[in-house]
């Protein structure tokens, strides 16, 4: 798979610091205006559609496979999303200034019982961004380092 190349990897990872550092200079809204979205139609999505999309792309070559969990905390870490408590005390996920600039909103939906409930959805420009950043997702994800250690210590 082409994921797995070692050569397109670290390409991929010099791509990814050279665009960290220009969204150092700009924001992530002046970033992506400069790099517009393809032209190709895709609808705004939650976080578990992106991450079986990312995981079909790698063509299974993502050993363990990539996890929601992972794409939501770096979004957390990078200041797009942000933990909020509940009138009832329980926690939720919601989008900050930053990740509603990008273009993430939560949207009402409704259960086959009839409650409704939030869910975060991420438009195309987000999902970009994820993909651009897939390797510094994989490489910072708690889980994954938590893992290897594991593995190191057996």
């Known amino acids: 798979s082409l994921l797995s190349n070692e050569r397109l990897l670290r390409c991929f990872h010099f791509v990814s610091q050279v665009l960290q550092e220009v969204l150092a200079e700009k924001s992530s809204a002046e970033f ?13 999505l939650p976080l578990s559609k992106i991450t ?9 070559s993502l050993s363990p496979p990539l996890e929601t969990s992972e794409l939501t905390e770096w979004l957390l870490l990078s200041g797009y999303l942000k933990h909020s408590s509940r009138e009832d005390g329980s926690s939720r996920i919601i989008p ?27 438009p195309p ?9 897939l390797t510094e997702i994989l490489e910072q994800s708690s889980r994954r380092v938590f893992r290897k250690k594991r593995k190191t210590l057996s």
């Open 32 to 44: 992506l205006s400069v790099f517009p979205s393809p032209q190709i139609p895709c609808e705004d």
């Open 125 to 133: 420009r987000v999902q970009e961004l994820l993909q651009i950043h």
């Open 96 to 122: 900050t200034e930053k990740g509603e600039a990008l273009g993430i909103y939560r949207a009402e939906r409704t259960r086959r019982d009839g409650r409704t409930y939030h869910l975060n959805l991420y």
């Open 52 to 60: 079986q999309k990312l995981n079909s792309l790698s063509e299974n």
